[in-house]
C-alpha cells in the first residue's frame, strides 16, 4: 500500500495494533521467560491526558516500539 492521504487511516492502525500487539507479545514473553523483563521495562513515564470524562494514558517499551515498527513494515509491504 503506498501512503497517500486517503490511507492515512490504514497506516495509524497498523501503527497502533502493532503496538498493542508487540507489546502483549513481550509481555507473553517475559511469563515464559521471566529473564527478558527488559522488554516491557517502561521507556517512559505513562503519557496521556485526563479530561475528567475521559483519560488516556500509555506507556512505551521496547516490545511496543518493535511492534510499531513491524506494523509499518507490513503497511508498506502491502
Do not use: C, W
Not at 31 to 53: A, C, D, R, Y
Amino acid at each position: 500500500m503506498n501512503f497517500d492521504r486517503s490511507n492515512t487511516g490504514y497506516f495509524i492502525a497498523f501503527m497502533i495494533l502493532g503496538a498493542v500487539l508487540g507489546s502483549a507479545l513481550g509481555n507473553l514473553i517475559v511469563k515464559f521467560i521471566p529473564q527478558m523483563h527488559v522488554i516491557t521495562s517502561s521507556l517512559t513515564g505513562p503519557i496521556g491526558f485526563n479530561l475528567e470524562i475521559l483519560s488516556f494514558s500509555m506507556k512505551l517499551n521496547f516490545a511496543s516500539i518493535v511492534g510499531l515498527i513491524l506494523g509499518i513494515i507490513i503497511f508498506r509491504k502491502i
